[in-house]
């Protein structure tokens, strides 16, 4: 692969990212949410209740980033963060009713973003750049871990 094509394959990648977060964030904000912050309550509502800790985990994220994000769900009433009843160093966070009900239109709002993203593109493409995504995202880790 030439210069050229390195920059280019750098700049899509980035200018995807940024044009899919544009989208979320403007969906999301109409819900009163931020980008980042719909992943939460989606892996609660798959997961359960569970600790800071292991949202940082299911997430990939640095336990600060986490702390930040659940702080300000829990101000807007979508989760609850309670003192872990076992470990009374950590701390419980849940889905509150107000999160719950968000879930359907997140939901909606992922399914529409995925189909403009993919729009115009077969089952086949979409399997191949899934695969060629993972490899990407795959590649980045074993290079620079960052989830340790």
Do not use: Y
Not at 48 to 59: E, S
Not at 73 to 83: I, K
């Amino acid at each position: 692969m030439g210069e050229s094509q390195r920059w280019q394959v750098n700049l899509l990648i980035r200018t995807l990212a940024l044009r899919h977060k544009g989208r979320a964030g403007t969906a999301l904000a109409r819900i009163g949410l931020f980008p980042g912050q719909e992943t939460v309550l989606m892996v609660l509502d798959r997961f359960g209740p569970m600790t800071q800790r292991q949202l940082v985990d299911h997430l990939g994220v640095e336990p600060p980033t986490l702390s930040t994000v659940a702080r300000k769900l829990e101000t807007g009433d979508f989760v609850s963060r309670t003192p872990c009843p076992t470990d009374a160093r950590a701390t419980v966070v849940d889905l509150t009713d107000k999160g719950r009900a968000l879930l359907p239109e997140i939901r909606r709002i992922g399914r529409d973003l995925a189909e403009t993203t993919l729009a115009g593109m077969d089952g086949e493409t979409v399997r191949v750049l899934m695969e060629t995504l993972q490899r990407a995202i795959e590649n980045l880790d074993e290079k620079c871990p960052t989830h340790d």
